[in-house]
């Protein structure tokens, strides 16, 4: 695969990404563990270092920030400490925010434990939303289209992005590119976009397992077919990526490096994945790049960003 030359860094500091999706806030507790409990047999940490991190459609938007390109995230919060919290690491990142609060929302909180740079344990902090949050959005999401070249939604299946139909059909109305990081078994509302990103576990919750190359590619491309996307992006861990197009089928090996954590590497793809796009490239070169993306942020420990001197040294 030949790859263009990598865009210039004012290249990329001109182009404008729209975030939409499920932010959260991942929480570390770091510390070591030296005694069992006399209570249970559980080991007993002592909790040395507390770090805050942008996560989910968060975390997607620090990637593209981090890039190099212009983002701006547009979610929906509610009026807590974690969601107080978040809006102090997005400004303190420099990320541009289109937030709303909701009251009756709870602002999802992933807490990790860690003794000795081993996940111990995570905790989750989260409540299913009875309600739509981001319906009373959708102003605010036409208002932010035209000033953006690419819109990207990252779904992570928490009751945001209900209305992501409608959202698709505007921007695509719009004529943008529509990237999305899909979740779930139905993927009849990412109909229309440009291109979803599932790994493996979660397109074959969608079109099932497959036992060889030819019959993972009829899958792929039928469900391609059916939802009318452009293209299917498929990350396959150790086995690189798979690129799903009209009548072409693209590979790229993975990149070989020792894996210390995999949390949030499908948020440096898809974020890299629309930056390209937004420059100009082809879907196979833009592949090319945020495989290697994904392979140096799996290097790295929890919640991570690939910044642009480490993608293009």
Excluded at 65 to 88: F, H, I, N, W, Y
Excluded at 176 to 204: F, H, Q, W
Aim: hydrophobic share 45%.
């Amino acid at each position: 695969m030949t790859v263009n030359p990598c865009p210039e860094k004012a290249v990329l500091a001109a182009r404008r990404v729209l975030v939409v999706g499920d932010v959260m806030l991942d929480r570390y507790w770091f510390g070591a563990v030296e005694r069992i409990s006399p209570e249970a047999p559980v080991p007993v940490l002592h909790v040395q270092r507390e770090q805050d991190r942008l996560g989910g459609a968060a975390n997607v938007a620090l990637n593209v920030k981090t890039l190099g390109g212009q983002v701006t995230l547009l979610s929906m919060l509610g009026q807590d400490e974690p969601a107080q919290r978040l809006q102090a690491l997005l400004h303190q990142q420099g990320i541009a925010t289109v937030l709303g609060q909701d009251p009756r929302l709870q602002t999802i909180v992933k807490l990790r434990v860690i003794g000795r740079n081993q996940q111990l344990l995570r905790i989750d902090f989260e409540q299913e939303p009875v309600h739509e949050v981001l319906a009373q959005m959708l102003a605010d999401f036409e208002r932010e289209l035209p000033r953006h070249d690419v819109v990207l939604f990252s779904d992570y299946g928490k009751g945001g992005l209900a209305h992501i139909p409608r959202m698709i059909e505007l921007a695509r109305a719009a004529g943008k590119p529509v990237l999305v990081d899909p979740k779930g078994s139905d993927y009849a509302r990412y109909c229309g976009a440009s291109l979803i990103t599932p790994n493996r576990a979660e397109l074959m919750q969608v079109v099932g397992s497959w036992q060889d190359e030819a019959e993972l590619e009829r899958k792929a491309q039928g469900l391609r077919e059916r939802l009318g996307l452009q293209a299917l992006l498929l990350t396959r861990s150790e086995e690189g990526m798979s690129l799903f197009e009209p009548d072409r089928v693209s590979h790229v090996k993975a990149q070989v490096r020792e894996v210390a954590d995999v949390t949030g590497a499908g948020d440096t793809v898809i974020a890299t994945m629309a930056l390209m796009l937004a420059c100009g490239l082809a879907l196979e070169q833009a592949m090319e790049i945020a495989n290697r993306a994904g392979g140096l942020v799996v290097a790295k420990f929890g919640t991570a960003t690939v910044s642009y001197e480490e993608l293009f040294a």
